[in-house]
């Protein structure tokens, strides 16, 4: 059958990193994509940006999150290793148009303005999120979900994590011999 590569989206305060850490305690292999992945580029070329062009843009978090990019040469060389059944890749990109076909499945942890607003209070200032200004860019991506994949299996992220995690890996299993079309 081969390797299955799985995507696990969401705004930031979804929970992304809360289920790789979960799924990762469980024996799966998991890829931190805003760990591991991530870096400051043209959205469209995807050219990481010089020092001078973050320096200038420090301030705009709008500018810093439209320019939040996976690496797409590295997410295809992960996808590409066989040396793991399963592979979660956790995080979120502006870019994943660009590499979205690549995986067996894709999910989106959802969850309400008032659990999503609970959990960006509770975020230290270093933290995306943590600061107003950023509190205010992820509310609004959260209203209008236009950096979320579309035909992604929706995950209920409001449930307890140990729910939340045992609800992925069921549809999962679910789906084990398809592949989805994005």
Known sequence: MGVKNYLIEGVSGAGKT????????????????DRELA???????GEPLDASALQEHIPDVTFGHRHHLWNVDKVKSLVADRSHPNTFFCGGSRNFHRFIDLFDGVFVLNLDLETLKRRLTARPEDEFGGKPAERDVIVRLHATQ?????????IDATAPLASVVDDILSRFHENAGQKTRW
Do not use: C, F, M, W
């Open 18 to 33: 809360a289920v790789a850490i979960e799924l990762q305690r469980r024996g799966y292999h998991v890829i931190h994509g």
């Open 39 to 45: 870096y400051k580029g043209d959205p469209e070329t």
């Open 146 to 154: 236009e950096d979320i994949p579309k035909n992604a299996i929706s």
